[in-house]
């Protein structure tokens, strides 16, 4: 049995409490991720989606967080990051089309 299946979760940060715990699994499900209770604060969590992360996930009434609040932050930073490159491309890109046009239709 891992660690993801064993009865006690690995040792994570609670995404509420901010506390190194061992959360106990409050429902167990054999094709989801097991809601999990944080032992100090009481709140539902998961565990985190990313793989190798051991922390834990934010559960809601409606719908629950994928990954912990440090997986989540690191990859819109990653996203934040592409996106403006691929914005200054896109801007250069469509600069350089408009300059063409305008000359084309001068000449």
């Known amino acids: 049995m891992n660690e993801q299946t064993s009865k006690d ?3 994570g ?3 509420y409490c901010d506390h190194e715990v061992r959360a106990k699994i409050f429902v ?3 094709l989801r ?8 604060c009481e709140e539902t969590i998961y565990v985190c989606r990313n793989y190798g992360c051991r922390n834990y996930a934010v559960g809601g009434d409606y719908y629950d967080d994928e990954l912990c609040p440090t997986c989540a ?6 996203v934040g990051k592409r996106a403006g490159k691929f914005a200054d491309i896109s801007i250069t890109a469509l600069a350089t089309a ?3 046009a305008f000359i084309k239709k001068k000449a």
């Open 9 to 11: 979760k690995p040792i």
């Open 13 to 15: 940060t609670c995404p």
């Open 28 to 30: 167990k499900n054999n």
């Open 33 to 40: 991720r097991d809601m999990c209770k944080c032992p100090n």
């Open 73 to 78: 932050k690191a990859l819109m930073e990653f």
């Open 98 to 100: 408009l300059a063409t």
